[in-house]
Nanobody
Framework: VQLQASGGGLVQAGGSLRLSCTAS????????MAWFRQAPGKEREFVAA??????????ADYVKGRFTISRVNAKNTVYVYLQMNSLKPEDTAVYYC??????????????????????WGQGTLVTVSS
């Protein structure tokens, strides 16, 4: 079981970055996937989530309208992306991808707590300069 995040880097305020997460080793195609982030000295926080089928997404208010989460469910691997536009210095953080604990979830609620996610990637650092 492995989640590998990549795509972080240094960008100026107003710029864009696209993060990628490769999830392999088990059937992640049945799991909701999410991005979290942790800024220096702060707790990890929810950023965005996408349903296992890819049709529905959910965003934290502080990224809504600027970030877009998407996914591709391949045969043995799931690819999850986070397109980040209009970046702000407060978006500086280590970004993590995570897989939900409820396969084939069919409800309307979006889980946003760390405890709702069982598999995590190693994180990728995004630094936004002013």
């Amino acid at each position: 079981v492995q989640l590998q995040a990549s795509g972080g880097g240094l960008v100026q305020a107003g710029g864009s970055l696209r993060l990628s997460c490769t999830a392999s080793g088990r059937t992640f195609s049945s799991s909701d996937m999410a991005w979290f982030r942790q800024a220096p000295g702060k707790e990890r926080e929810f950023v965005a989530a996408i349903r296992w089928g890819g049709g529905n997404t959910y965003y934290a208010d502080y990224v809504k309208g600027r970030f877009t989460i998407s996914r591709v469910n391949a045969k043995n691997t799931v690819y999850v992306y986070l397109q980040m536009n209009s970046l702000k210095p407060e978006d500086t953080a280590v970004y993590y991808c995570a897989a939900g604990l409820r396969p084939y979830y069919s409800g309307t609620y979006y889980y946003t707590k760390e405890s709702d996610f069982g598999s995590w990637g190693q994180g990728t650092l995004v630094t936004v300069s002013s």
